[in-house]
């Protein structure tokens, strides 16, 4: 994809954090309705549960649907990376956890 900030805001809305779908060209995220993921061994679903890989473990942690607003997000704002919140009250823990 071209550098995010190359490109305009409402260019960014609709096509940051994502791409086409590999198996049927749909340009849309879709919405993952799934609390849990399967692995191809016990290696690696060890190696996600420790943060050892990037990916998927379970929908409460993080999900390819929030993944994709995470990153939308930060192309809009212009930076490195976004955490994305169920409510208002967890953003506002987070906030004052990270400096506490």
Known sequence: MVQPRSL???TLALHAGGGPDPATGARA???YQTTSFCFESTDEAAALFDLQTPGHVYSRISN??????EERMAALEGGVAAVATAS????????IATIL
């Open 88 to 95: 208002g009250q967890a953003a506002l823990h987070l906030a």
């Open 29 to 31: 995220v879709p919405i």
């Open 8 to 10: 305009r805001p409402d």
């Open 64 to 69: 390819p649907t929030v993944s994709a607003f």
